[in-house]
């Protein structure tokens, strides 16, 4: 196995606590306090924090460094436009060339499997699995340039969804995605009904739902 250099483990440390929502809106990520915790140079946190802003998991703002940026309807809509013509456009290609869909309902299989299990598993790894359910449409499209784009926006998708995570668990995501699956496999516009349904309800909706309870609760403390 590779050993993985600093800037990338500490970049996997910190993706990992992003992913389950450790990190609220507004954390800034200090290089000297990451220096000190994981006892690198201010060089290697840069390089770290470079490979998290590169993957949609924090910004970088002048004079304030690297932080986790706040939830903004602009935000949803750009990252769920992204998504709707990548998965959609994949999809299409997919049921026109009479593509395997199998590893899809695969994907949905391991979910459900989630939702059983004991203890209960991380929201990480719900949405680490809900992504391959994703990743695996894009996939069946064959076409390796669209897949990679996907790739690019996975993340960001997954540090998103933490924010949705009052409002779903395992078993939630895993009915709503066999509904899915069962679609998709009809093919036609019954399958790109579908899709587009949990990209904008499932997905966008619900976000759009989480930003409005935070700007209430925003409101009703005063800030």
């Not at 970049?11 to 992003?18: G, K």
């Not at 049921?95 to 395997?100: Q, W």
């Not at 409002?167 to 895993?174: E, I, T, Y």
């Not at 399958?191 to 989480?210: K, N, P, Q, V």
Request: some cysteine; overall charge neutral; proline content about 3%.
């Amino acid at each position: 196995m590779a050993v993985q250099a600093a800037p990338e483990r500490i970049a996997a440390a910190v993706r990992a606590e992003l992913l389950d929502g450790a990190h609220p809106v507004g954390t800034r990520f200090r290089e000297e306090d990451l220096a000190d915790r994981f006892d690198v140079g201010r060089h290697t946190v840069r390089s770290a924090l470079r490979l998290l802003v590169e993957r949609g998991l924090v910004v970088h703002e002048r004079h304030r460094g690297a932080l986790v940026a706040p939830l903004s309807k602009a935000r949803i809509d750009e990252v769920f436009d992204y998504r709707k013509v990548l998965e959609l456009g994949a999809l299409r290609m997919a049921l026109d060339a009479g593509a395997d869909l199998g590893p899809v309902l695969t994907e949905v299989e391991r979910l459900e499997e989630l939702a059983e299990r004991t203890p209960k598993p991380s929201w990480r790894e719900l949405t680490g699995v809900h992504s391959a359910i994703h990743r695996a449409i894009v996939a069946a499209a064959g076409n390796r340039h669209v897949l990679d784009s996907y790739r690019r926006c996975e993340d960001e998708v997954r540090l998103l969804l933490t924010f949705v995570r009052p409002d779903f668990d395992a078993a939630s995501l895993a009915a709503v995605h066999r509904k899915l699956v069962e679609k998709l496999r009809l093919g036609g516009e019954a399958a790109t009904e579908a899709l587009t349904e949990d990209i904008d309800h499932a997905g966008r909706a619900a976000l759009l739902t989480a930003l409005r309870r935070a700007e209430e609760s925003a409101r009703l403390l005063g800030h």
